[in-house]
């Protein structure tokens, strides 16, 4: 694999289309400014306050790139006025390697983007190309984890087609509390 896969979404009646590209130092900006929502900081690994911060987030993700374990991607909203795009997200393929099983997927959304359907719809494009890429190799099963209070993951996994599978205990300090495991297979 490598950092040249980019993916869309096409517009819908509702929203408009989405790209998920690797992320770029150009994002360091736009990161910062979404990471100081609280909803961000209580829910989202990144720990992200300023822009040094934002460029060790962005160079761990370009690394998770070049080694191929940790492939993220931001999510923009483009539109005619805007080609480049907004980044409203990000999705992440952890731990996918030939040949393995299963894969875990994680993701989080912009304040200003939620409640848009970008969380499903990126998920949606990644689980799709993850199937695709490495279903051949083996992939059969896509793993979603969330905190058992924060109900709006749920409702991402759920319209993605993730089935609920069980309850985590929790492991702090990243899970404090228990969580949830989603799954979806490839045949779903």
Request: glycine fraction near 6%; aromatic fraction near 6%.
């Amino acid at each position: 694999m490598n950092d040249t896969v980019v993916l869309h979404t096409v517009a819908t009646p509702t929203a408009p289309a989405l790209v998920l590209r690797p992320w770029h130092m150009d994002d360091v900006p736009a990161l910062v400014e979404v990471c100081q929502d609280p909803a961000m900081r209580l829910w989202a690994s990144p720990a992200v306050e300023n822009d040094a911060d934002a460029t060790r987030w962005v160079r761990a993700q370009q690394r998770g790139w070049a080694t191929g374990n940790r492939l993220g991607f931001a999510v923009l909203e483009t539109s005619p006025d805007a080609p480049h795009g907004q980044l409203v997200g990000n999705v992440v393929l952890k731990e996918a390697a030939p040949g393995k099983p299963s894969a875990e997927v994680g993701y989080w959304t912009a304040a200003h983007a939620r409640g848009k359907g970008v969380a499903p719809r990126a998920l949606d494009a990644l689980t799709d190309w993850a199937f695709d890429t490495l279903g051949p190799d083996g992939l059969k099963r896509l793993e979603l984890l969330h905190q058992v209070d924060n109900s709006a993951s749920c409702r991402v996994a759920e319209k993605s087609r993730y089935d609920f599978d069980r309850i985590l205990p929790a492991a702090p300090p990243a899970f404090p509390l228990d969580g949830h495991l989603h799954t979806r297979r490839r045949d779903a």
